[in-house]
């Protein structure tokens, strides 16, 4: 049986899933709970809310991710809540 193969942007999302989860390693370890709770959130917080074919709408949130990704790997960001 063939596992179903993944789309180029189903790939992306679970690319900077990843990327996420990896950046949250590198988080001291008092905050690293919050940054998955947060991480966690934020993908079924969207995923909740969009089609799988909604592909403009899931490219917006890839670059936004990007962003905020890249801002929360500052070291300065060494914790964070969910609001």
């Given at each position: 049986m063939n596992p179903r193969k993944l789309s180029g942007l189903q790939k992306n999302v679970l690319r900077l899933y990843r990327d996420c989860l990896r950046a949250i390693e590198r988080k001291p370890e008092a905050s690293r709970a919050r940054f998955?709770?947060?991480a966690?959130?934020?993908f079924e917080?969207?995923?909740?809310?969009?089609?799988?074919?909604d592909v403009k709408a899931?490219?917006?949130?890839?670059r936004?991710?990007?962003?905020?990704?890249?801002?929360?790997?500052?070291?300065?960001?060494?914790?964070?809540?969910?609001?």
């Open positions: 998955q709770a947060f966690r959130h934020e917080k969207n995923t909740a809310s969009l089609r799988r074919t899931i490219e917006h949130l890839l936004v991710g990007r962003r905020r990704l890249e801002q929360y790997q500052s070291p300065n960001v060494r914790d964070i809540a969910i609001v």
